[in-house]
Every structure is written in C-alpha cells, then in structure tokens.
C-alpha cells in the first residue's frame, strides 16, 4: 500500500475506477476491496449468448447455404463442386425467370399499394374523427394474424364454391365466377390483394406515428396563407414524414421480397408454377425435390436480390436536406 | 438485498448449464429412444388423427413380447420425406422407419440405401416381395425394404351413386365414360372428383391412365426409358393419356372449379355421392366408406380406350427399413419377422384397407372393394406405381405442374411431355 492511498489521494490515472471510498467522506473508514464477482451487470459479454447463437444460427447458417449453392448436393449423401452450374441452369430456366418475374411484382405492388393505402388511411385517421382509435385497431388487426391461418380463410373465401363466387352469382354475375386459385391470370393478382390486406396495417401505424410529430400549427399558417389541401400535403405532411417513408417502404420492400406463407396456403406456386416466386421455389427445389445445391443457389440470388434492392431504395428515399449539415 | 442478489446470480449460474443439459437431453431423446436394449424407435408418416396400423400393430406386438418397448415417433405425411432425410442426415433417426419402395420420391429406400443410411434385412423379407417387384428393394443382392402392403391404384368408384344416377355398370371403354359425363353434368353430377390443386392427386391420375394407355403395350417401359430406347415425347401411349386427361376435362368429366380443387372435393364428393369416382388409392375406399356408411364404393381398374387393353397399377406402396446407424438391429429384425407372418400381414391390410402383402394367391377377394380388379390381380395385368420406379422426385412434379396447366390451357401436351423428359434426364 503506497503513502498516498493513505492521504486519501484519488489523483487516479483517466479512466481507472477508483478503489476505495471519494474523498470528501472524512471519518468515514475506507470499503474493503470487495472481490471481483462471478457474474456482474452491465458487461458486454453478457451479449456473449446472443451474439454466438445469432453468428452460429443465422450467419454460419447461411454461409454454409451459400458453400452449398456451388455443389451438386441432394441433402443426403456425398456431393461434387460444380461451380457456377447451379446459377447457369437457374438463369436459363423459364420456370426461375417466371419465379423472378412473380417476385419482383408481388414486392414492388405490395410496396406501392400498402404505402399508398396505409398513407391514405394514416391520414384519414389521424385527427377529427371520434371512432378513429376502434378504426386503427380493426385496421392493425390483420397484421398480428397468422399470415398462414389467415390465408386458408382466403383460400375458402375464393374457391369455386366459396362465398365470392356464390356472392358474385346472387348479384347475377355468373359470368364473373371463375376458380380464382386456379386461374393463370387472376391467381397472382388474389396473392397481392392477400399480402396488401395483411401488412397495410403495419405501414399505417409507422405514419401514424410521424403524423404525431407534424406540428397542426405549421398546417393552419399554410392554410390561412391560401395553401389548398393538396399544396399541404405534398409541401408540409410528405416532407415531414420522410423517414417514415423511408422505413415503410424499406420493411415492405424486404418483406414483399420473402412471402411465403400466403403463396403455399392459397396455390401452392400454382397453377402451373403461375404463382411461383424465389422463396416458393427455394422451398420447392430444396425440400420437396431434394435439389439442395440448387435451392441454395436460388436462396442465395434471393438474398442479393433483396440486399441490393434495400440500399438502392435506402439511397432513394434517404433525407437529402440533412446532408452537408 | 445483497443476500437477494448474490441468490439470484447463483440462480443465474446453475441455471444456465441446467438449461444446456436439458436441451441437449431433449435433442438426442427424439433419436436414441430409450435405453432398453430390445426396445426401439419408430418412425412413420401419418395424415390423421386416427389411430396408424404401425401403432397397432406395435402395440399388439409390444403385448404379445413382453419386455419390448417401441417408442412410435408418427410424422405428418405433407414433410414426411424431408423429416426424415433431415434425421439421417443428422444421426437422429429413428431405429426403424417407414419408407417407400424404389425410388422417386424423397423417402425412397433405395435412395436412401445408396446414400448409406440403411440396413440390408433379412430373408423374412425376401418372400413378401410383389412378383417382378424386385427392383423396388434390393440393390444388388442386398434387400433394403420390406414391404408391408398391396395397393391397388385404380379408381374409387361409388356404386350407390352411380345406381342413384342411372348408371347401372362401370363403363367398360374411355369412350363409354365420356358419355356418361354428359349425362351426369345435366344433373348437376360430376363421373370424376378432381383434386386438380392438389399435385399427389394430378401424379395419380396421370399414372393410373398410363396403366392402360403405357404400361399394358409395354410392362417395360420404365426399363425402356432408362436405357434411352423411348422417352415420354416419343411414346405414343403417355401422349394418349395426356390426352385423355384433357378429353375429360372437355366433357366436363370433372366437377366444376375442379383445377383448383383441394383433397376435400374428393372425400365430399364421393362420400355425398355428387361425384362417382375418384382417382386415389384402393385403400382409401374402406376409409371412405366407414365416413360415409350408406355408401358402397369399390376399386375398378380405368377403363382403356376403345379396342385398348384393361390393365392397373398394383404393388407396394409402403415399406419399413432399418436405420444402418442403428444398435438395435436384433430387436428389430424379429419385429419384422413378426410382421412378415401371413396372419400379420393380414391384420395390416384389415386395418389399412389394402391387400395383404403376404401374397394375392392366398386371399379370397370375393365381396371385398378389390373385387372388381380380382380378375386383373389373378392374370397378373398389373404393373407398379411408376412413380416408384423413376429417378427421381422431378419427374412426377413435372407431371403435376404439367397437368394443371392442361386443365388450364396454360401447356400443351408437347410441352409436359418435354419437361417429363428433361426432369428424368436431370
């Protein structure tokens, strides 16, 4: 023990904890130095589980999918390394460029109609009308549903036999009904009408949420300055809801990208592969035909895809009047 | 408040590998079954939730040889092949599992047997196997499955319906039957319940047409087609049942909406007898009848084309295999010795609805479903699900996206018959 710790001298180096009791405590006899405990709180490594367990899981996971992409695997048994096979006969495969074409307009239709839709709604339900709190939850509620469960509801919805067709032919429309779910050129469309349903909530509730910060004050000055409702919106309410555009359309874009659910519940990727998209046919080459090599090389086109698609509409929609500040 | 949390973080230190050791306990329980030495896991698919003639069958078998467990591990059928193939592949599997004859599909035993998780059994099997079957089983000299039933792949044919229709006997030509479709359309009826939505149902039709269009010109074919000498594109017979399937469709043979139809319009449609016929199993007709009692239904083979030969499909759909990682291989072999004695085979078919696989010669068919195809069973016109023979899974996913997009005009029949090809060259 030195002579100053003695003194009471605390003139600790920066950064080093001090040991013993602040100065300025006079009379008061020192702490004993307690021993260092096994486990404490506030240490970094106590994310240590977390972080293994999503390096392990996700990260190793899908690095081993990508190694995967470039062999010839079945999912059992040896297998070879084939290079850029995989990726060769996925691009020259209509079914995969039909898959391609499915994806990008079930994630760029859903994007543009939710945004659109939950915009229109955020807006209707922001202020003034009394029933807007019980209007916002019935119109979150799909969003916490099941996308499967909810699917097969609009499965039976639109089957030959179901209530649509029935509905169609008490209105004397027969001429309308038709096997939606089967059908080459309605079934797509009856899967984004599904997936806009399900996840307009979601984009609501995040304007919602940057609608509450718009000051009204700024929307009556523009009004009483002659500003029409139109002149308001898109000088006052759009730029100010910026990021919440950004992040709408960023969620909506990635998550356009991955349905799944709503494809296996409703068609199956049929009829005749009309319905297929990246994810379905990841599934289909990978699980039910025993392709892994294969379905890993789509799995990994599907991963870039989404990649570059994300930062490309991050660059799009970021705020530019920040920049330089 | 010092003592509270120097008692939680202890807590928070015993916990922790607690939580470890029960997780990995519960991981390798689902594999290793218990520690008995004559007890043994058991992998099977199911689809219900009614009782399977494996759990039965163990279960009357656990009675009668006491000391033996068989711990049951039933898996749903739609994941089935991937769950298992997961399992081998991750050393889990179960001691003995429910596989496939041949090849072709995801849970097949030959598949499964090349890729090194199976056992070679032993001669108990070897009588059971279906005559000129023996390539579904063995590789080499080596048998890897054993067969458990005979199924008849035909139509499921309502006859209480068809007398309530006016139809007094199954047509005996294509021809016949598309005569009766008009008439049934002009009663609101459909000949032909279609599950077009479902591709294990557009694989069974396809099949069971090419018996008589394919596979009574040539039992062969499927040898033929892996030599190269035909193909699907240049075999006259798989382009009539191609075809046939489209005629069918035209004279409004099916029920209406029937290319998106699900499983439900088979079960609904002959159990309320709004649809005569169904292309499934022969077994499912016991099945049937029992949800819908006041209903007979029988197994009828697909009427040929005029001047055409009247052939079906028949053979083993459903065979058990061992583990090759397995230590139980003892206690399991005598299970299945057990299970290869004609009075068991027997018990299995009573329960599953098939037909004993102990052997046709021995069973007496009068009065049963099967009836109407004795004749075709006892001459040997008959030929085994080609699925079950064909190189891959690929090839019958062809053929259900290939169909649904006849029903729809999105393909024409050139274009199934070129992916069929490219799918079994793959």
Redesign the interface.
Known sequence: MTASTHRGDRSLAAGQRPATPRAGTPGRPPRPRRPR???AFGHWWWALPAIIAVTAIHYAATAAGGFFAFTDWS???SFEFIGWDNFTRILADPVQLGALRNTLLIAFGSVVLTNVIGLGLALALNRGLKTRYVLRVLLFMPVVLSPLAVSYIWKFIF???GPLNQFLGALGLTSLQK??????TWSIWVILVVVVWQNTGIAMVIYLANLASVDPGIEEAAALDGAGVMQRFRHITLPSIRPAIAISTTLGLINGFRVFDQIMAL??G?????TETLATEVY?ET?????FGYGAALALMLTVIILVFAIVQQRVTRDRSKEGQ | MIQHRKAFRRGVVLALPVAGVLALTACSAAGSGDGDANGFTFTYQTSNNLESPYATLAKEYMKSHPGVTITLNPQPNDRYGQTLRTQLQGGNASDLIQTAPGTGQPHSALTLAQAGFLEPLGKSAASLIPKGSDSLFYIGDKLYAQPVDFTVNGVVYNTTAAAKAGITKFPATTEELVQNCKTLSAKGMSFVALAGGAPPNLIQITQVISATRVYAENPDWNQDRSTGSVTFANTQGWRDTLQTIVDLNKAGCFQAGAQGSGFDAITNGLSRGTALAGFIPGGSAKELMSAAPDQKMVVQAFPPAQGGKTFTLGGSNYSLSVNAASTKKKAIQDFLDWLAQPQNAKRYAEISGAIPVSGLESVDLAGSAYQPVEPLLRSGSYAPLPTTVWPNESVADAISSGVQGLLTGQNTIDQVLAKMDAAWDQ
Not at chain 1, 270 to 274: Q, S, V
Not at chain 1, 287 to 291: V, Y
């Open positions: 405990p096994l486990i999912g059992i048994g089957e030959y036999n096997a939606w779910l089967a059908d080459p068609t199956g049929g009829p005749a592969g009309a289909k699980f039910s035909l025993g392709n």
